[in-house]
């Protein structure tokens, strides 16, 4: 019998593996999509801060301002009144670890931006407006392509 459940342990925690495997390289190509689109679009003067993603920016966004409990996944930063900080989610993440890190990366003097990508944007809205007061909360949501209109 033991080893019955052994073998369904063992199968079970492969696949739990397999989605979060799945899940984060979603996460990281939504990521490489908005690196890629507000990387064109930046000032020559910006910084840009990535993470989870190898890519030639500026820094790493635990140099970034925004944030003490948690780290973002990109953020750009050089303007004189404002700038970005961004949470990358895929549709199965919009849940209250996504809300902690939008909260703790509120900050003045920069726009908090929900990407998702952009076939669940309408969900991310739908999200942001359930679980916060979309009025104030002074956050963003948007796909990978259309971030660079934040600039």
């Known amino acids: 019998m033991s080893t019955g459940l052994a073998i369904v342990g063992t199968i079970a925690a492969g696949y739990v593996l397999d989605q979060l495997s799945q899940s984060n390289k979603d996460h990281d190509d939504v990521l490489e999509d908005t690196y890629q689109a507000v990387s064109q679009a930046a000032a020559a003067d910006s910084s840009l801060y990535v993470d989870h993603i190898d890519v ?45 890190q939008l909260e703790d990366f509120s900050k003045p003097g920069y726009t908090r931006a929900l ?34 209109k934040l600039l």
Do not use: K, W
């Open 56 to 100: 030639d920016a500026a820094g790493n966004p635990r140099s970034a301002t925004p944030g003490t409990d948690h780290v973002p996944d990109l953020v750009l930063t050089g303007f004189a009144d404002n700038s970005i900080v961004v949470e990358i989610e895929t549709g199965d993440s919009l849940n209250g670890d996504a809300l902690d």
């Open 115 to 148: 990407v998702v990508p952009d076939s669940v944007v309408d969900d991310g809205i739908q999200f942001i407006e359930e679980y916060t007061d979309a009025a104030t909360a002074n956050i963003v949501v948007c796909g990978p392509s259309d971030t660079p």
